[in-house]
Nanobody, 118 residues
Framework: QVQLVESGGGLVQPGGSLRPPCTAS????????????MAWYRQPPGKQRELVAS??????NYADSVKGRFTISEDNAKDTVDLQMNSLKPEDTAVYYC?????????WGQGTQVTVSP
């Protein structure tokens, strides 16, 4: 069963940084699962879920609201997909979800809360 697990959320002051990782479960034989698309989404309080950043073999893509502040990357040493978030703003407060597409299926993590507040 494919599982994605986020961690590394928390409370941070405006202007601060966080780097939550997303870790995928391995196959039954222990091999690393490969995804054609990995992405981070977020859902602010009372709003719909929105795409924050994605990464494929062709490159990366970012929402306009986070360009220049957030970076999505693959950490091959740890087998994670990380979201480096800098210069955080109160409007970045949301539950952040990891998403992965493998073959014809999409998979979601359970989410991690990020709160930006003084």
């Amino acid at each position: 069963q494919v599982q994605l697990v986020e961690s590394g959320g928390g409370l941070v002051q405006p202007g601060g940084s966080l780097r939550p990782p997303c870790t995928a479960s391995r196959s039954a034989s222990g091999s690393i699962l490969r995804f054609s698309v990995m992405a981070w989404y977020r859902q602010p309080p009372g709003k719909q879920r929105e795409l924050v950043a994605s990464i494929t073999s062709d490159g990366t893509n970012y929402a306009d609201s986070v360009k220049g502040r957030f970076t999505i990357s693959e950490d091959n040493a740890k087998d994670t997909v990380d979201l480096q978030m800098n210069s955080l703003k109160p409007e970045d407060t949301a539950v952040y979800y990891c998403y992965g597409r493998r073959l014809a299926f999409g998979y979601w993590g359970q989410g991690t809360q990020v709160t930006v507040s003084p």
